[in-house]
Each structure stands twice: as structure tokens, then as C-alpha cells.
């Protein structure tokens, strides 16, 4: 068979065991193979993959490169990638199946939406790997690190979760440093402006390289960026100002 095209794609999508989709932005929920709805919130460690092993997202995972490395780099922990673009679940998904990773699954749905498909605490470890950096700054409200989604990863990132930012985009870098500094619910540990200028810095598995990371490495003209946050204890909010707090931010500030 041929390259497949995007509709190809989304219609596999519907049959593939480790994708679960998000279709409608206001009805938060999520549907596997056969439009058969599910409710992993809680239980993803139990009820999908079966043990209870650390909880790893990343966001904005693309063709889902870090997630499948990551899995195949370490099998004692689970991993789920997340992106809106149906075409690019696809990628990672198909490549999970090929290599047999069976700790990693991946979900199509906005990042807004995810306090909707993860418990308090659920998850112990969150990446963010080459976001779009949103660079009008009318847009800025978009970054995956502005003040309204470090809200949000309060809401299932537990205490003293890290949380790993990768980039090429130096605006995104210093915003990013700007908002966590001021954030009360997160701490930088390491951060750094060209991780391949020097050894790496002391947080492990920056030396992956996603698809698009190595286009823009071999043009040499670009800078990778990393920064790597704690998840403090809980001090921002309590759980109602939270629940008031994402449902502003979904209904409101988004679109």
C-alpha cells in the first residue's frame, strides 16, 4: 500500500488499540477503536495498562518520537503522548505497534481539556518537546508555559513531579523562565541555552532528537533550549478555585 493520506489516517485512528481521541472541544471525553467511549481518569496505571508503574505525558508529542523513545528507554514506567493533529497520533501510534511497546499509548485531544482525563496527582512526570511558540504576543496566552497552563498542570501533576520544556524557539525560552519563576506551584531546576554546546544538563533524555529537532540542528543555526521544573507542593489553589479556575480558562480565555 501507498503513503496513506490525512482522512486514511484519521479513519485508522478509530481502530488502532492505543489511540484514544477527544472529537468535541466542549464535551470532554474520550472514545477508543469503534467509537466505544472510555474513562481511564484515575485508573490509567490500572485499568489501561495494567500495573502501577509511573505516569508519563508528553505534550504536543507530534510523530510521537519522545514518547516511543522513552518507552523503549525505560520499560518500568508507562507513557502517553497527546496532540490535537490526528495525522501525527497516527505516526506514533504505528510506531509504538511496530516496536512492540506496549507502555505507551497516545490521545488526540487539546491540552485544555486534559484536567478532564487525569485525577489529582495521576501523573508523575510530564515533557513538553518543541511546542508552537505562539509569537505574536496577542497569542501569548497559547504558550504550552504561560501562566493559565501552569494552572492546569497543578490540577494532575503530583508534588514534586518534574516537568521538561525542549525548544529551538529563544522568545518561547525566555517566557517560559519569566513564567515559572513567578509561578507559585513550580521551581526551575535546570535550565539551559544550547544543550549541545556542552554536556548535557543534568536531567537525562534531552539527547533525544524529535524529527523536526534534527531538521533544525543540521541547519546549525539554531539553539536547543531546555528547561526542567519541580512540581511543588500544593499552594496555589484550592480544589474549588481550581475547578472555577479551568473552566474560565476553557470557556473563555482559549477561544
Request: glycine share 4%.
Given at each position: 500500500?501507498?503513503?496513506?493520506?490525512?482522512?486514511?489516517?484519521?479513519?485508522?485512528?478509530?481502530?488502532?488499540?492505543?489511540?484514544?481521541?477527544?472529537?468535541?472541544?466542549?464535551?470532554?471525553?474520550?472514545?477508543?477503536?469503534?467509537?466505544?467511549?472510555?474513562?481511564?481518569?484515575?485508573?490509567?496505571?490500572?485499568?489501561?495498562?495494567?500495573?502501577a508503574k509511573p505516569?508519563?505525558?508528553?505534550?504536543?508529542?507530534?510523530?510521537?518520537?519522545?514518547?516511543?523513545?522513552?518507552?523503549?528507554?525505560?520499560?518500568?514506567?508507562?507513557?502517553?503522548?497527546i496532540d490535537i493533529?490526528?495525522?501525527?497520533?497516527?505516526?506514533?501510534?504505528?510506531?509504538?505497534?511496530?516496536?512492540?511497546?506496549?507502555?505507551?499509548?497516545?490521545?488526540?485531544?487539546?491540552?485544555?481539556?486534559?484536567?478532564?482525563?487525569?485525577?489529582?496527582?495521576?501523573?508523575?512526570?510530564?515533557?513538553?518537546?518543541?511546542?508552537?511558540?505562539?509569537?505574536?504576543?496577542?497569542?501569548?496566552?497559547?504558550?504550552?508555559?504561560?501562566?493559565?497552563?501552569?494552572?492546569?498542570?497543578?490540577?494532575?501533576?503530583?508534588?514534586?513531579?518534574?516537568?521538561?520544556?525542549?525548544?529551538?524557539?529563544?522568545?518561547?525560552?525566555?517566557?517560559?523562565?519569566?513564567?515559572?519563576?513567578?509561578?507559585?506551584?513550580?521551581?526551575?531546576?535546570?535550565?539551559?541555552?544550547?544543550?549541545?554546546?556542552?554536556?548535557?544538563?543534568?536531567?537525562?533524555?534531552?539527547d533525544i532528537r524529535?524529527?523536526?529537532?534534527?531538521?533544525?540542528?543540521?541547519?546549525?543555526?539554531?539553539?536547543?533550549?531546555?528547561?526542567?521544573?519541580?512540581?511543588?507542593?500544593?499552594?496555589?489553589?484550592?480544589?474549588?478555585?481550581?475547578?472555577?479556575?479551568?473552566?474560565?480558562?476553557?470557556?473563555?480565555?482559549?477561544?
Amino acid at each position: 500500500m501507498g503513503k496513506r493520506t490525512k482522512l486514511e489516517k484519521f479513519a485508522e485512528n478509530l481502530q488502532l488499540p492505543n489511540v484514544f481521541e477527544n472529537f468535541e472541544f466542549k464535551l470532554p471525553a474520550l472514545y477508543k477503536s469503534l467509537g466505544e467511549k472510555v474513562d481511564f481518569k484515575g485508573t490509567w496505571k490500572s485499568a489501561y495498562f495494567q500495573n502501577a508503574k509511573p505516569l508519563v505525558i508528553e505534550l504536543a508529542c507530534g510523530r510521537g518520537e519522545y514518547s516511543c523513545a522513552l518507552a523503549a528507554r525505560y520499560p518500568e514506567k508507562n507513557f502517553i503522548g497527546i496532540d490535537i493533529k490526528g495525522a501525527r497520533i497516527w505516526e506514533g501510534a504505528k510506531k509504538a505497534m511496530d516496536k512492540q511497546l506496549h507502555n505507551v499509548c497516545f490521545v488526540r485531544s487539546r491540552i485544555e481539556l486534559l484536567a478532564a482525563f487525569f485525577s489529582p496527582s495521576e501523573v508523575d512526570e510530564l515533557w513538553i518537546t518543541f511546542p508552537d511558540p505562539f509569537l505574536k504576543k496577542s497569542r501569548s496566552n497559547k504558550r504550552l508555559t504561560s501562566s493559565p497552563f501552569l494552572d492546569l498542570y497543578t490540577s494532575y501533576l503530583k508534588p514534586s513531579a518534574l516537568l521538561h520544556l525542549k525548544t529551538d524557539d529563544d522568545t518561547l525560552y525566555q517566557f517560559s523562565l519569566e513564567t515559572i519563576s513567578s509561578h507559585p506551584g513550580f521551581k526551575i531546576l535546570l535550565h539551559h541555552h544550547d544543550i549541545y554546546q556542552s554536556e548535557l544538563p543534568g536531567i537525562e533524555d534531552m539527547d533525544i532528537r524529535t524529527y523536526y529537532e534534527k531538521k533544525s540542528v543540521s541547519r546549525k543555526i539554531d539553539q536547543i533550549y531546555s528547561i526542567s521544573i519541580l512540581r511543588l507542593m500544593d499552594s496555589l489553589l484550592a480544589t474549588q478555585q481550581s475547578n472555577i479556575l479551568l473552566k474560565y480558562i476553557i470557556y473563555n480565555c482559549i477561544y
